[in-house]
């Protein structure tokens, strides 16, 4: 009789928004699943699993991810970025101000991927045309919004002044704009 052979455990050390988490898991189990799972960062979510809706997007040296995909063993000893290192305590980041100040999140599954992969989009191209924020988002899936909020926010975040940027401020902007 032959049993099932179980998935050998390994020892990683990740390093997510600036803190070490020793984890034992499997090397191909996602890290997704790890940060979720073993680390208790649930910002993430498990959508498609198939690379197919940015739910889980993260960024890993900097670069856009999509957690799902990438098995934990390669994404040791890197620096991961995770939707829960952006405010800085009670300060939201400003694209998630901005996702709030233009109503860009309803169930809020979607908005941790999205916002990640904005923040991605921005820290590489400062001043996005409305084509480009749309090609950035294109692996990014939203069933609620109908993704006009999105852009907006994203657009708004890229042009306020991160100090500056508040919910007025953004608010007139769109105001002006109607
Ligand atoms: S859960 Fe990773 S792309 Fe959908
Ligand atoms: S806000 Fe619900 S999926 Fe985007």
Redesign the pocket.
């Known amino acids: 009789m032959t049993s099932t052979p179980k998935r050998a455990l390994h020892h990683f050390s990740l390093s997510v928004n600036g803190s070490q988490y020793d984890v034992l898991a499997p090397p191909l189990m996602p890290l997704?699943e790890v940060l979720r799972e073993k680390c208790g960062l649930r910002g993430l979510?498990?959508?498609?699993?198939?690379?197919?809706?940015?739910?889980?997007s993260v960024q890993v040296d900097g670069q856009l991810v999509?957690?799902?995909?990438l098995p934990v063993a390669r994404a040791a000893d890197k620096s991961i970025e995770t939707i829960e290192g952006l405010a800085d305590g009670e300060k939201l980041h400003p694209i998630q101000e901005a996702f709030v100040a233009c109503y860009a999140t309803q169930c809020g599954f979607c908005t941790a991927g999205m916002i990640m992969a904005s923040k991605a989009l921005l820290e590489s191209n400062p001043a996005p045309s409305r084509e480009e924020v749309l090609v950035a988002l294109s692996g990014n899936a939203c069933r609620c919004t109908g993704y006009l909020a999105i852009v907006e926010a994203v657009l708004a975040a890229a042009q306020a002044k991160s100090p500056e940027l508040t919910k007025s401020s953004i608010a007139q902007k769109l105001t002006l704009k109607n």
């Open positions: 997704s979510k498990h959508g498609c699993q198939q690379g197919g809706c940015g739910a889980c999509l957690a799902c995909l």
